[in-house]
């Protein structure tokens, strides 16, 4: 009882050696919950969080640069982009950065005359003597929201592998946005917007970005809007030309776009 009578003390606990602290904290967590630490759930940043830094730890480089980034070296992502050096490990991208990651809506679930809902996992399948080989493929996007974002294209078998192949060409892909601001008189500190307009192509999608004042919000299609969203810009007006329902042509002419803003000079 009596040890149950100190766990419950608050200021016992901050008067406590921090060494003691770290003793009772599990226990204190238990009385506070009533389940064992263990047991408890996690949430998904966190769980995501963790098995980043798994991945990191237990990353053996192989390349030359991999090897510079990993023993410190090289501690800017863009360093690496501005020499225009090649990236061949998702692992480096991401010791450097804290990326986010979304899926990009390019495939459409079966429905009645075509009004299918849409869905991240396009399904297509192979005629072949042993009968129907089905594969899916999707769209992945990844971004620090600070000036970095990456598209990639993975395709296999399964849903999972194809998603876990997808980002890890978009952490290859990554490439960095300057961002500007509509008006001069704003604070330089926070950037919000694409610094003069830029035109992106892929196909025959053509996306025309422009600066926008801030509170405008991201006037352009919701696939667009995420890929903005991960780069950091807030705040842009949008012009589109061709067949823009091809997601994945929309997509990369938006990185396309997003790519001559470290190219052009105001």
Same mark, same amino acid.
């Given at each position: ?55 990191? *730890?237990?990353?053996?480089? %192989?390349?030359?640069?991999? !090897?510079?980034?990993?023993?410190? $070296?090289? @501690?800017?992502? &863009? ?86 192949? *997808?980002?890890?060409?978009? %952490?290859?892909?990554?490439? !960095?946005?300057?961002?500007?601001? $509509?008006? @001069?008189?704003? &604070? ?79």
């Amino acid at each position: 009882m009596a040890e149950k009578e100190s766990i419950n003390k608050p200021k016992d606990l901050i008067e406590a050696v921090p060494e003691e602290v770290e003793k009772i904290a599990p226990a204190v967590e238990e009385e506070i919950t009533g389940k064992p630490r263990r047991f408890q759930r996690r949430s998904k940043e966190e769980e995501a969080e963790e098995a980043r830094k798994n991945r990191i *730890a237990s990353w053996v480089p %192989k390349t030359k640069l991999g !090897k510079a980034v990993k023993s410190g $070296e090289i @501690k800017d992502v &863009d360093e690496i982009l501005s020499n225009h050096k090649k990236i061949l490990e998702s692992e480096l991208v991401e010791l450097l950065l804290k990326l986010d990651t979304d899926l990009l809506l390019v495939g459409q679930a079966k429905g009645k005359f075509g009004g299918g809902k849409r869905r991240a996992w396009r399904q297509t399948q192979k005629k072949t003597m042993e009968g129907n080989v089905v594969t899916f493929s999707c769209v992945a996007v990844v971004g620090d929201k600070k000036g970095h974002v990456g598209l990639g294209f993975g395709e296999a078998q399964e849903t999972l592998p194809a998603r876990e192949k *997808a980002i890890r060409k978009a %952490k290859l892909n990554v490439i !960095k946005v300057i961002r500007g601001w $509509e008006s @001069k008189e704003e &604070d330089k500190s926070d950037p919000h917007t694409v610094p003069f307009i830029v035109e992106g192509k892929c196909g025959s999608v053509r996306i025309k970005l422009i600066p926008a004042p801030r509170g405008t919000g991201l006037v352009v299609g919701d696939e667009c809007k995420k890929i903005l969203r991960l780069a950091g810009i807030k705040d842009v007006y949008s012009k589109t030309f061709g067949q823009t329902r091809t997601t994945l042509n929309l997509a990369q002419a938006c990185i396309d776009a997003l790519t001559k803003t470290g190219k052009m000079k105001q």
